[in-house]
């Protein structure tokens, strides 16, 4: 058989074959290792992540386990709540506190409210008032910082005022409590609290 002229032979296209996969093996090596050492370090990631997360879940499932069923019996007592009651009740509380000269927290919790206002019709006064006077305690820093958010015009009176109440001096931040519960009540809406 006669072979063209310029025809490699079989053996010479066979090892031009042989050297162009050697390039391309060489060429894809380090690409396979990079993807190799990659899933592994992928591998390694998820084990970590895992192992970090784990105490999260764990906490997060107990969490929820443990506050679902208090959610649901709000939320049961919640739909059978009597608003009408619960106003009348809590104004009934306020005014016990009223008549015994206490004022109420916006921020009292009404089961609070409800106990003090027990405690006062039950006849344990002496109860009633040294728990409140345990509960303005503790709120006292909150009231001061929320009094002067709310009216900043009255911060310099504020400030003197529970610095005062603070070091025990009460005949002179009491009346000024007093003073200025009336002033902002005629601000916000033009009556006066205490006077007529």
Not at 16 to 45: G, W
Not at 51 to 57: A, G, L, T
Not at 110 to 122: G, S
């Amino acid at each position: 058989m006669l072979e063209p002229k310029n025809c490699k032979n079989i053996e010479e296209i066979r090892q031009e074959i042989d050297q162009i996969a050697e390039e391309i093996i060489a060429f894809l090596k380090p690409i396979v290792e990079l993807q190799h050492n990659l899933s592994q370090t992928v591998h390694l990631l998820e084990k970590l992540l895992t192992d970090i997360s784990k105490p999260y879940i764990e906490f997060t499932n107990k969490f929820i386990n443990t506050i679902t069923p208090a959610l649901i019996k709000l939320s049961k007592d919640m739909d059978s709540l009597d608003m009408d009651s619960l106003l009348e009740k809590t104004k009934k509380a306020v005014l016990t506190l009223g008549e015994k000269g206490w004022f109420l927290d916006i921020e009292m919790p009404l089961t609070y409210l409800q106990k003090f206002h027990n405690e006062i019709k039950n006849g344990n006064i002496e109860q009633a008032e040294n728990a409140l006077i345990i509960y303005f305690e503790e709120r006292l820093d909150a009231i001061e910082k929320s009094l002067i958010e709310k009216f900043p015009n009255r911060k310099s009176i504020f400030l003197a005022t529970f610095k005062a109440h603070k070091n025990k001096d009460y005949v002179l931040s009491i009346p000024i409590l007093l003073a200025q519960s009336d002033g902002i009540c005629y601000e916000k809406i033009n009556q006066h609290f205490f006077l007529d």
